[in-house]
């Protein structure tokens, strides 16, 4: 007498379909990171009740940076912002000193009460310039009537696999870890300012 066996099902199905979306993003992933190198942007705008002369004080004063850059406890250089000053940010993310790591920039343009360009031409811990080839950071202000309106803009150029595809997948995530200027902190920025020169750390005083 024939014996029907009923077929084995398995128990566990998800798992195969967690292997097959696996093989098919692994795939994705190598071909979105084998492709060539890309340009990435950031672009963010921002309102801010100060008008463009009150933001120019954070804009050209270097030791007002550490208030509205991420984990920037100085900058190194010329107290006096033109093209072509070199300098040094010295971040800190306050997660010990192994963390802290310093970021050269050079000025590309800089224009009172309107524009900040700069060019980051180094990176001690090597961490972004291991991933980009290029980056650049722009900050541009225009008056309004109830005061002025930030546009941030970042610029990178990738050269390491990593982030070719992470600024495919997820370009937004990537160049914000990679702006370090925090427009909103900039924009809200309200207390009363001197008239003297705010203190610089000259080129060579650490």
Request: charged share 25%.
């Amino acid at each position: 007498m024939l014996k029907i066996v009923p077929m084995q099902i398995s128990k566990k199905p998800w798992r195969v379909i967690g292997f097959v979306l696996l093989g098919l993003a692994l795939g994705e992933g190598t071909y979105l990171s084998q492709g060539p190198d890309i340009t990435l942007v950031l672009d963010r705008r921002f309102r801010s009740s100060l008008s463009p002369d009150r933001l120019s004080r954070n804009l050209s004063s270097t030791s007002r940076w550490p208030q509205w850059f991420h984990s920037l406890a100085q900058v190194v250089g010329p107290s006096t912002l033109e093209k072509g000053s070199q300098l040094t940010l010295k971040i800190d993310p306050k997660k010990g000193p192994k963390k802290k790591f310093d970021l050269q920039a050079e000025v590309i343009e800089s224009i009172p009460s309107r524009l900040l360009h700069l060019k980051i031409t180094g990176d001690s811990s090597g961490r972004l310039t291991h991933l980009f080839d290029r980056l650049e950071w722009k900050i541009e202000i225009d008056p309004t009537e109830q005061g002025s309106s930030i546009h941030g803009i970042a610029l990178a150029h990738t050269r390491h696999w990593r982030a070719r595809l992470f600024g495919r997948l997820t370009e937004k995530i990537l160049m914000n870890q990679v702006f370090y200027p925090n427009l909103i902190q900039l924009a809200d920025l309200k207390q009363p300012f001197s008239i003297d020169e705010a203190p610089h750390l000259p080129a060579g005083s650490l």
